[in-house]
């Protein structure tokens, strides 16, 4: 892991009390996501929402195939889901069910898993709490949003027309863009996408993947993005990516048909 000050062990993350030791941890954890460029932004962002930045973040910067709509629901549900009662969440209802969504979402919850470990191995040096899904994310919630950015809604529709929501939502969304800058990754419309050749996957190669170094570290240990169904490996396509620079893996369905 790329961490200022190299790799601690886990005494001194988990029993020194020394001033700093909190900044030490925050590094550590950064460090298992390849984040440490992002730090300052992420410092930034209020309580609950830095566990979600820490993950758009992280998947947007190695998933090349992730858009702007999936940027704008993820964001977009987490701000909504604030103001949202369990009745009204109960009672919401959908056009029709998108697999792309389950899965985006499915995704997101397992990076929540990931976080908590990460953050307990770590020495807790974000709260607990900011990593509940209750807090920054409803599936049901999601998918509405995912839809809705599909069909081309404005942001403001997104989040409702709430002054609040949508100021926080540029926030977020330029807290996440700018640390995928850093890393020379421009977030675009899927509308983008579809209006130029087949070129734009040049970037991608053959399951190729981004890493800060310039190296594949994939193959390391078991990896929360590699849990799709029966574990199988899927035939590549123009919505999947495969391996991350740290060797995490992502099963996105294509939704092109």
Known sequence: MNIPGGTPNLKLLWLNQEPGIQARRLDALLGCFDLSSSREELQAV?????????????????????????????????????????????????????????????????????????????????????????????????????????????????????????????????????????????????????SHQPGRWGRQGSGSHRTSSGYSRAGQGQHWRDQGPGNRQYEPDHWRRYPSSSGLQLRVPDNSA
């Open 46 to 194: 209020e309580n609950p929402f830095k566990a979600l930045c820490c993950l758009l973040i992280y998947l947007f910067v190695q998933v090349d195939t992730l858009c702007l709509e999936d940027l704008h629901a993820f964001i977009a549900q987490a701000l909504c889901l604030q103001g949202k009662s369990t009745v009204q969440l109960v009672d919401l209802q959908l056009d029709y069910i998108d697999p792309r969504a389950v899965q985006l979402g499915s995704l997101l919850v397992r990076g929540l898993t990931t976080l908590v470990l990460v953050n307990s191995a770590c020495g807790f040096p974000w709260r607990m709490s900011d990593f509940m899904p209750w807090n920054i994310f409803d599936g049901k919630l999601f998918h509405q949003k995912y839809l809705q950015a599909e069909k081309g809604y404005s942001v403001e529709a997104l989040v409702e027309q709430n002054r609040s929501r949508l100021t926080k939502f540029h926030t977020l969304k330029s807290v996440v863009c700018k640390a995928c800058v850093k890393e020379n990754r421009r977030i675009v419309s899927k509308q983008h996408w579809r």
